[in-house]
């Protein structure tokens, strides 16, 4: 029950808490924490991108393992651009994540897997530090989903010609 709970309740919490992310990115000052609760407005659309995203995950997954972790990848940038975009219907963020992570997905895959020396050593601590080590990884997710947004100074999509400066853009690979 109470993973559930978590389920449906966290889907809002999962688009302020991304909002306070990219707030804290962008802003000169810090973030307000109500910022963590301004998506409650939106429960029922962040609920529903919630649902879609794990069934299509689960319809991926039972085609076989690969193409579900394939489909994990292309669908994660979904809840920070609806937290920007509040208004986009669930299935029109799900696109937008598609586009965004179209020769991301690798990258993505990479910046996860230098966590995993961290994540060995949050679970030697009983996962206390897993505390500490939430917050790094969702601010890593952050930066990496403002780069490829073209936001991040410092980006490698920064100065390339054409990188989108709206999140709702999709985001396409330059060539030399």
């Known amino acids: 029950i109470y993973g559930i709970a978590m389920f449906i309740v966290g889907s809002a919490v ?32 962040a609920l529903l991108l919630r649902l879609l995203m794990l069934v299509k995950i689960l319809v991926w997954t039972l085609l076989f393992i690969i193409p579900g972790i394939i489909a994990a990848y292309r669908y994660s940038m979904a809840p920070f651009i609806m937290a920007e975009n509040p208004d986009l219907s669930a299935t029109e963020s799900i696109e937008k994540s598609k586009q965004m992570m179209v020769g ?31 917050p ?35 985001v396409t690979p330059t060539t030399p």
């Open 14 to 45: 999962e688009l302020g808490y991304n909002k306070f992310n990219l707030s804290m990115y962008e802003s000169t000052g810090a973030p307000k924490i109500e910022t963590l609760f301004s998506r409650f407005s939106y429960f029922g659309n």
């Open 136 to 170: 790094y990884m969702k601010a890593a997710m952050t930066a990496f989903y403002l780069d490829l947004t073209g936001r991040l100074p410092g980006s490698s999509y920064d100065t390339a010609p054409g990188a989108p400066s709206d999140p709702s853009a999709p």
């Open 104 to 134: 991301n997905k690798w990258r993505l895959f990479c910046l996860q897997l230098s966590f995993i020396g961290w994540l060995l050593l949050a679970a030697f601590t009983g996962g206390i530090g897993g505390v500490f080590l939430a």
